[in-house]
């Protein structure tokens, strides 16, 4: 398979501006130029991009799923160009960060704020990314931080533990079980269980205790932590999250143990044998001193 990049950037366009006639405006080309371009990538990649509705053309769930690549692909060559403007201007090296959601608001904004503040010799790159990606991202040192979700057992030589707790069991005020004092896979068989993508550390351990006890859910939403901690406060279902999800989604919720219990953990990591960066050290620290006082203060009140 070997696509054309005048292929793909017609793709781009077309999904970017809604339509053949003004991807060809953009590309200055004729429309016949385009719709041939779209063509042959459809050939090429076997798969269906568009389906004409009336006179509109609407992207096909897979056109979605590559248009999320391509735009990484774009964003990565922007990124190159701007290192090389920087290189040649001999600014200082753009700093990489990337984070898990749960961390992003209100953790990682306020420690920006607190550290980085109105220093503008800081070029900064922040990303908000899955975890297993964020691990690979700086592995290959393309972040130079990432703060991610996952198990202390994941903890490495360059990992600094942010805050540990348990997995917990979250729904709205009022609901059937939210007198509980433990919440255990077989009181969810006839709920909706709400759970974290598959790319989670907390969705694989689940799955393992909900085999293990053969009480798989009848009924589940896959989706971000954050998401389910949202739409367990709108009753949509019991969402499996941690404590940090739910103070980062500020929803009104009640939180209730969940057996067997799941050890969960936050890190900051960092590339294996990069030099040392005194403001991501700074911001490792600021991180830890903010989730650790949210975490003191809720478990005091």
Request: charged fraction near 25%; proline fraction near 5%.
């Amino acid at each position: 398979m070997r696509l054309k990049p005048r292929q793909v950037e017609a793709f781009r366009s077309v999904m970017m501006t809604g339509g053949i006639t003004a991807a060809a405006d953009a590309l200055n080309v004729t429309q016949p130029a385009v719709s041939r371009l779209i063509r042959d990538l459809e050939d090429i990649l076997e798969i269906t991009l568009f389906e004409r509705v009336g006179a509109r053309l609407v992207p096909t769930v897979e056109a979605t799923q590559l248009f999320r690549e391509v735009e990484r692909l774009y964003l990565g060559l922007d990124q190159i160009a701007q290192a090389a403007d920087d290189i040649r201007r001999h600014k200082n090296i753009v700093l990489r960060i990337a984070s898990v959601t749960s961390l992003v608001r209100p953790y990682l904004h306020q420690a920006i704020l607190d550290v980085v503040g109105d220093r503008r010799d800081i070029p900064l790159v922040i990303d908000v990314e899955n975890s297993r990606h964020i691990w690979d991202m700086v592995d290959k040192n393309r972040y130079d931080l990432g703060f991610v979700f996952g198990s202390p057992r994941m903890a490495d030589k360059n990992a600094v533990l942010l805050h540990s707790s348990h997995a917990v069991a979250a729904m709205a005020p009022g609901h059937r079980l939210s007198s509980r004092s433990i919440i255990r896979p077989a009181d969810l068989m006839d709920e909706r269980v709400l759970i974290p993508g598959r790319n989670s550390p907390l969705r694989l351990a689940l799955d393992r205790a909900f085999s293990a006890q053969d009480h798989q859910p009848t009924s589940t939403m896959e989706t971000s932590m954050l998401n389910c901690c949202h739409f367990a406060a709108a009753r949509m279902g019991v969402g499996i999250v941690d404590h940090t999800s739910l103070r980062s989604a500020g929803a009104d919720i009640v939180e209730i143990p969940f057996e067997p219990q799941i050890e969960v953990a936050y890190f900051a990591i960092r590339p294996s044998g990069g030099h040392r960066i005194l403001i991501l050290d700074e911001l490792i620290k600021r991180m830890g001193e903010l989730i650790g006082a949210e975490a003191t203060s809720f478990m005091s009140a």
